[in-house]
């Protein structure tokens, strides 16, 4: 390998809070790829009222990994069912299509019904202060029974980011926590997927929604993603194969001082689109408006992984593929004694709710790619974004490229 000497250290460290100063960024839509069903007026989670995100970004340093040192490229991400102007839990349920990975906090879920607190999502060795952090803030905030259990969801960006230098504090955490609000959610390289690669390109946070008609009810669904899984081969765009473009090996991954690649050597560096086994994981959080209840959450969080199917995404065996889905129909359903009237969505009702997911979530993996950027990282790891101008040829080439949206 050439040397790689390390660059002059800097450091990012934001709490992006959904709706504050979010940049304008591309997304899939205006790259003109074609998606089913119609999308919320932000197209993102937060078109299901109440909902607030919130992101911790740390980016520093650069060169050699020297562990407890960096580099370090990661973050914390907080979905917050109700915001964090009430305590009422919502009615929720989680599914593992797969399931080396971590979700804390299911058991519960799966045993009452319901999801107190916020979602966080992080990396696979920040999990233990990630949750510790959500407990302490609970407690500030006054909130706090005898015992809490939140819910903190992992993926490994260990190929980016000095994973064992244990770099995500309680306060990043707390930042990302405080910052959550309504609005336009900040995509691609933030929060919890800031070291994240998806299908063979640069991976992290996206989002996206569906309404559905008012004769269907006018419930919204939406859906946001961690996403780090999947091979390039694999991958599917509009349901074409990536493959199908005759240079679809290139850009690879490499490592800085690396000759760049060429269509003799797609491959430059140990890690690359060509490898055989599926790697990484994908971390989805689905709401909904819709009065639904546990069990009905369950069938609806299923539907997710066949968003993944479509864009040939396989639940590897390495993979951990981990969904949690919740409802805010139903507020003070979780009341302490007495009896609680709750109103249910009829089972025959449902179908327009589970494609609604399925597309919710086909378009938030692709938002989280597109909005991505090239990245750096440990021992000058290089980690393509998804080329624009390559999507829009795929497209092109077989008759799919939508106008500009």
């Known amino acids: 390998m050439n040397n790689r000497t390390a660059a002059a250290c800097f450091l990012i460290l934001a709490s992006l809070g959904a709706a504050g100063p979010v940049a304008a960024q591309v997304r899939a839509r205006g790259l003109g790829v074609p998606f089913d069903g119609t999308p919320g007026p932000l197209n993102a989670i937060t078109d299901v009222a109440g909902v607030e995100v919130g992101h911790t970004t740390i980016i ?8 407890g040192q960096g580099p370090v490229r990661t ?6 069912p109700r915001g964090k102007a009430t305590e009422d839990d919502v009615m929720a349920a989680w599914f593992t299509l797969n399931g080396n990975g971590e979700m804390t906090g299911t ?3 799966e045993e009452s019904g319901f999801l107190a607190g916020p979602i966080m999502i992080t990396n ?6 990630v949750r510790d952090a959500v407990i302490a803030w609970v407690v500030r905030q006054g909130k706090a029974f005898d015992w809490s259990l939140p819910v903190v969801a992992e993926t490994w960006d260990g190929s980016l980011n000095d994973i064992n230098g244990f770099h995500v504090t309680q306060a990043h955490a707390l930042a990302a926590l405080d910052s959550a609000r309504g609005g336009p959610v900040a995509e691609g390289s933030v929060g919890g997927g800031t070291g994240m690669i998806c299908n063979g390109f640069k991976g992290g946070i996206g989002t996206a929604s569906r309404r559905l008609e008012a004769d269907a009810g006018g419930y919204t669904v939406g859906v946001l993603v961690q996403c780090n899984y999947g091979r390039r081969p694999q991958l599917r765009i509009a349901g074409i194969p990536w493959t199908s473009l005759p240079d679809w090996r290139e850009p690879a991954v490499c490592y800085a001082g690396d ?3 060429n269509a003799g050597a797609p491959r430059c560096g140990t890690t690359g689109p060509t490898r055989e086994e599926e790697l990484g994981s994908i971390i989805i959080v689905v709401a909904t408006d819709a009065p639904l209840l546990p069990h009905q959450l369950k069938r609806l969080v299923k539907r997710a992984a066949l968003g993944i199917g479509r864009m040939g995404g396989i639940g590897g065996n390495s993979s951990g593929d981990i969904f949690v889905a919740f409802s805010t129909a139903n507020p003070g359903a979780d009341r302490p004694s007495g009896v609680t009237g709750v ?3 009829s089972n025959a009702a449902l179908d327009g709710l589970f ?7 086909e378009e938030s993996i692709m938002n989280a790619m597109v909005a991505s950027r090239d990245m750096e990282g440990v021992n000058g790891l290089r980690v393509p974004a998804l080329p624009h101008d390559r999507v829009r040829a795929l497209l092109a080439r077989h008759g799919r490229l939508q106008s500009e949206r």
């Open 343 to 345: 109103q249910m969505l």
């Open 124 to 129: 696979t060795h920040s999990v233990g202060i």
């Open 60 to 67: 520093r340093g650069s060169g050699p990994l020297v562990v």
């Open 107 to 109: 058991t519960w879920v």
């Open 259 to 261: 000759p760049p690649p």
């Open 355 to 361: 494609a609604a997911t399925i597309q919710a979530t």
């Open 75 to 80: 973050g914390v991400t907080a979905v917050l």
